[in-house]
């Protein structure tokens, strides 16, 4: 009799659906980002992340502990210098607030987890963007890929295991590779976002590394439309020795994580951005949706559409409830 084919009958008991699941979600696979201020006494709450902080010093070794002792895979660190300068000298500067930070959970966490870092200048610039300016005000590839090249051995030399170069300058992960493996650190590794898009959802982020931008970054970052030019991005970045690849944002974005993950022979990250946790906590907050549910279905689709780790401030609690 018609119906012929059910599949309702492997969704019949959690135990049924669990055991034909296709798609895993583990603690591993969360990277938390973690934000840590230069001269704090106190966490300073991030009004549009609820929940997420400016660590001191001290608040970010306890609360990356926590994470590690929570399952999840990795840390990604980002600094927030008390001043800036229009080169962003903070970032190769040995005792400014980002190395010091991967120094001291280097020192308290050793090899138990993934330390990675935001290889990137525009927590340190004066103007916001991802690299220096020239005389005409537009962003200098080349000069910056010299910093990129200092700031990446500064942060090696701190203890990252992972270094993340996220400007979007042509030619970053070659340059990086080889300042790294002339100085010895050829096991640091590079996590590159190769693709990286000129989004609206960067706006909670900015607040979080309290950003000096003004405009946009438009003549670095992608064009939202464009799908061609993320895979020719993504391609070069292997050719200059990427580890592992990075897609950002992951939710307007899940199509370009699927074509990576089809053409990628290293792993896929993608970044789960703070304007989507804003989001989600904002309509959570109201009464809106089930919070737990709606976190997971967020972290579930973002694996499903091929990415291998997800970068995420819901990783420590997400590790949680999935153990």
């Not at 990427?242 to 992951?250: F, G, I, N, R, T």
Request: hydrophobic letters at 45%.
């Amino acid at each position: 009799m018609f119906p012929e084919q059910r599949p309702r009958r492997l969704r019949t008991t959690p135990a049924m659906r669990r055991m034909v699941s296709e798609t895993t979600l583990r603690p591993r696979q969360l990277i938390l980002p973690m934000f840590v201020g230069e001269g704090l006494d106190a966490p300073r709450p991030i009004a549009s992340m609820p929940g997420v902080v400016q660590h001191t010093r001290d608040t970010l070794r306890k609360a990356a502990v926590d994470a590690v002792n929570a399952g999840v895979g990795g840390l990604m660190l980002f600094g927030i210098p008390e001043k800036r300068d229009p080169e962003g000298s903070g970032a190769v500067d040995e005792k400014g607030i980002l190395n010091v930070a991967l120094r001291d959970l280097r020192s308290e966490l050793g090899d138990s987890t993934v330390l990675m870092a935001d290889t990137c200048l525009d927590e340190f610039t004066d103007h916001g963007h991802c690299g220096v300016l020239d005389a005409d005000g537009v962003v200098d590839n080349d000069a910056t890929l010299r910093l990129y090249a200092e700031m990446g051995v500064a942060q090696a030399e701190a203890g990252a295991h992972v270094l993340g170069p996220s400007g979007m300058m042509d030619g970053q992960v070659g340059v990086i590779r080889r300042a790294l493996d002339e100085v010895g650190h050829s096991e640091t590794a590079i996590l590159a976002y190769s693709i990286k898009y000129a989004s609206a959802f960067y706006g909670p982020f900015r607040e979080a590394v309290d950003s000096q931008l003004k405009g946009d970054r438009k003549t670095y970052q992608q064009d939202l439309g464009n799908a061609r030019e993320a895979m020719r991005e993504l391609e070069l970045d292997l050719a200059e020795g990427a580890d592992m690849v990075m897609v950002k944002p992951a939710l307007s974005y899940l199509d370009i994580i699927k074509a990576a993950a089809d053409i990628s022979p290293v792993p896929v990250a993608a970044y789960n951005i703070s304007g989507e946790y804003a989001m989600v906590e904002a309509a959570a907050a109201n009464g809106w949706i089930e919070r737990e549910r709606t976190v997971l279905e967020v972290l579930t689709s973002i694996r499903r559409a091929g990415a291998d780790v997800i970068l995420t401030y819901w990783a420590a609690e997400a590790a949680a409830w999935l153990d």
